[in-house]
């Protein structure tokens, strides 16, 4: 069936928000081979940080001793806490679906989609065609050519969080932050988790500073094997069976289940984008300018599909974009992605925006550093942390933060007013001087990185 529409959005993460009552007198199409919202909802930051909170409470219980809390943990009914968190995601994208559905003017095509043409779609058996295009259609799961690992049943971040019970042995393969976060929750929960890493540490494009400290706090309850390369999987009976290089030789892991976590791709291809004309990076994701429009008039893209930093705050934002531009094509909004933030809650927990330290090297300007770590504050001596820590970065000409990167308890939250101040033009002295921060709270180790890197500042200015 061929069937025209004004537009077709392709994905229903972030791309689902598009829609609103100012959408009611176009006639819409929406495409989904998957479930209704998107990773975010059904496999990625919702659900996981839904099983890393209780992981969080054993950390803390694990560590009580240290504090004068004796405490001990009776057990982990990985059932409830998962059934707790699907119980409650997937009616959301359920229900999402069937609003979709049940709209006037939409029309929901359930099947996989390849553009045949210049603004034309193959959904299952119907053409699609459109006077404006969303491309909006995600990434998926990176898998490794391994030998063997085509032939067993590996997890991914797709089924690892709906297994029926916490596996004794779990061995991860790849050190970002899809592993370091299952490694941290099923860790807690009563799993041996062996992770094998490619290069020399976990989260290897984190500052330097972070990377190590991570690496040296997750090594103590992860088994490491760093600069490894699989060379087989298989499987013994019920255990898999990998076979790893490492620098001191073959070693080979035993596990009750395999996560494959060694990053996503963009789904671009797959669509077929460039049969209408969408062009793709080298790495594929689909080239927009910074008012996310493709080469094609009138086809938008947003999300995973497009930005390699594949964050859903970055989607959601670029979803307002797009609406914006949808709504007003002579009046276009662009989207501003000089500081971005991220964040990684495994534990303990990292929060970063701006330049790493090496690639402020890469660059040939001239700045400064500051480290505080967190037990040089009040409350980061309440806590006897011995190992998180504020890493910032200044441009000595300018005087502004151009990168700031924390790791430990609240290093989500207290990025935030970094990014603040780095979106808001401030310079490191006003950031560190004219804003108050309440004593003794945890803030201060951010208040008294700004202060040092003052100092360091003016000691490069004055040589």
Not at 187 to 197: H, N, Q
Not at 374 to 403: F, H, N, P
Request: one cysteine or more.
């Amino acid at each position: 069936m061929d069937q025209h529409f004004d537009l077709c959005i392709i994905g229903t993460g972030s791309g689902n928000s598009i829609l609103d009552h100012r959408f009611d007198d176009w006639n819409v199409a929406i495409v989904e081979r998957g479930v209704f919202g998107g990773t975010c909802l059904n496999v990625g930051c919702i659900p996981s940080k839904m099983l890393i909170y209780p992981a969080d409470i054993v950390e803390h219980l694990r560590h009580g001793r240290e504090l004068g809390v004796d405490a001990t943990l009776d057990g982990v009914r990985w059932a409830d806490i998962r059934d707790r968190t699907f119980g409650r995601i997937d009616p959301i994208a359920e229900s999402g679906r069937q609003y979709r559905i049940d709209l006037p003017n939409v029309t929901v095509f359930e099947d996989d989609a390849r553009f045949t043409g210049h603004k034309t779609l193959q959904v299952g058996d119907n053409t699609i065609t459109a006077d404006r295009f969303v491309i909006a259609a995600g990434a998926r799961t990176h898998i490794p050519p391994i030998p063997g690992l085509d032939h067993v049943d590996y997890d991914t971040s797709d089924t690892i969080m709906r297994i029926d019970r916490v596996p004794d042995r779990l061995a991860i393969l790849g050190g970002g932050f899809i592993g370091a976060e299952m490694g941290h929750v099923f860790d807690a929960f009563g799993a041996e988790v062996t992770m094998i890493l490619r290069g020399p540490a976990l989260l290897r494009t984190e500052d330097t500073e972070i990377s190590r400290r991570v690496t040296e706090r997750l090594g103590d309850r992860f088994n490491l094997l760093c600069d490894a390369t699989p060379r087989s999987v298989s499987m013994d009976g019920d255990t898999f069976v990998i076979e790893v290089d490492t620098p001191s030789g073959l070693v080979v892991v035993e596990a009750d289940r395999l996560l494959v976590a060694t990053g996503r791709v963009p789904n671009g291809g797959q669509l077929n984008v460039e049969a209408t004309g969408v062009r793709l990076d080298v790495d594929g994701y689909v080239i927009t300018d910074d008012h996310l429009r493709t080469d094609v008039d009138g086809i938008l893209a947003l999300g995973d599909v497009r930005n390699a930093l594949q964050l859903k705050h970055i989607a959601n934002l670029e979803a307002r974009v797009v609406q914006h531009n949808l709504l007003h094509p002579d009046e276009p909004r662009a989207i501003d992605e000089r500081f971005v933030p991220h964040a990684v809650f495994t534990n303990p927990q990292i929060g970063a925006v701006g330049l790493t330290e090496q690639a402020a090297l890469a660059t040939d300007r001239p700045f400064v550093t500051a480290v505080k770590d967190y037990g040089a504050t009040a409350y980061g001596w309440a806590m006897e942390d011995t190992s998180s820590a504020c890493k910032l970065i200044a441009d000595v000409a300018t005087r502004q933060l151009i990168g700031a990167h924390i790791i430990g308890p609240q290093a989500s939250i207290l990025i935030q007013q970094l990014v603040q101040g780095m979106r808001f033009g401030q310079t490191v002295d006003q950031m560190a001087i004219d804003v108050i921060y309440p004593h003794p709270a945890l803030s201060e180790v951010v208040e008294n990185a700004l202060l040092d890197l003052v100092k360091a500042l003016d000691a490069a200015s004055a040589v």
